[in-house]
């Protein structure tokens, strides 16, 4: 019987989750009691107390989970090659983006902090990889940086909203070509612009 418990616990928690979820979608989280979770999981509150404090709790975990998965993909995956290839890790990818379908686009509408966070995570992907190693001004590389951060995770939101989307495969290639597009620009740019100074002068 003990073997059982923790597949019921991640179950219950899978139903718990799923409830927020769609109550999330109809309200915003103040509206939100663990009452009307638990009734609409079929649970009692004593049962939702097993495994939160609060509704906050709940959508922190949630939130946090998402986070932890991402982070490991950028950390463990990504941060570990020469160049940002992610044909390798396609199957994580894909898994991820099925896993999470439902929640992305919610959680960065309407949840600033999340974005936040998900900006801290891409960022080092950005640093070693696409960011102009000519431009070295702290303010105009956060300038560069925020513009990335900003344009890819806009990118992702609009392609989790379409009713009809491209394939992830071609999405990363869309994203990440075009970045590293503009990257290489950016050099040539810094480059041409130094050669024509020293022209100049």
């Known amino acids: 019987m003990a073997r059982k ?28 009691t663990v ?12 049962t939702f107390y097993l495994y939160y404090r609060d509704v906050y709790d709940l959508f922190e975990q949630l939130e946090d989970e998402i986070l932890a998965q991402v982070r490991g993909l950028v950390q463990d995956r990504l941060l570990q090659g020469d160049m940002l290839d992610f044909s390798q890790h396609m199957g994580l990818v894909v898994g991820l983006a099925q896993r999470f379908d439902g929640f992305m686009p919610r959680l960065m ?6 974005s936040d966070r998900m900006k801290e995570i ?31 995770l ?18 990363i290639e869309l994203i990440v070509g075009t970045a590293l ?21």
Do not use: C
């Open 5 to 32: 418990q923790p597949q019921v616990t991640e179950q219950t928690k899978a139903n718990l989750t799923s409830a927020f979820w769609s109550l999330y979608e109809e309200k915003p989280i103040e509206k939100i």
């Open 109 to 114: 509408s309407g949840d600033p902090t999340f």
């Open 154 to 171: 806009g990118a992702i939101n609009t392609w989790m909203l379409a009713p009809d989307r491209i394939p992830i495969e071609r999405l």
């Open 122 to 152: 891409i960022a080092p992907l950005l640093d070693r990889f696409i960011l102009p190693d000519n431009v070295t001004d702290p303010m105009e590389q956060g300038i560069l940086r925020e513009f990335y951060l900003s344009g890819i």
């Open 181 to 201: 597009i503009g990257r290489s620009h950016a050099e040539a740019g810094v480059s041409e612009g130094l050669r024509g100074a020293r022209h100049a002068s």
């Open 35 to 46: 009452r009307e979770i638990a009734e609409r999981a079929g649970y009692n509150r004593a």
